[in-house]
């Protein structure tokens, strides 16, 4: 286990520092060593070991609704998407596909 740990760490480091900057530096058109200095540059401003993360503290009671649709998105989506394609195509907005 051990092993595949460093073996994910080499391919993890290979993708961030070499692969990356290319295919964005190809994408943006700039040099692929511009592109390390930005990232550079913006964990010297930015970065740094003292990262502030949100913590979650007490919900107001109005917020709840979306903190539900939020841990639930994907159950939502699945449900509410056929819904509202058959209440397009029921009001003659949208189109089945059907001959």
Do not use: C, W
């Not at 107001?60 to 509202?84: C, K, N, W």
């Amino acid at each position: 286990m051990h092993r595949l740990a460093e073996v994910a760490l080499v391919v993890q480091q290979v993708d961030n520092d070499v692969l990356a900057p290319v295919i964005y530096g190809k994408s943006l058109k700039l040099h692929p060593l511009v592109i390390l200095l930005g990232i550079a540059a913006g964990n010297a401003l930015y970065g740094g070991r003292e990262k502030q993360t949100a913590r979650p503290g007490p919900q107001p009671p109005s917020t709840r609704p979306l903190a539900f649709l939020g841990r639930h998105s994907l159950p939502v989506y699945l449900i509410h998407q056929p819904i509202l394609l058959a209440a397009l195509i029921l009001l003659g907005v949208g189109d089945a596909g059907i001959p």
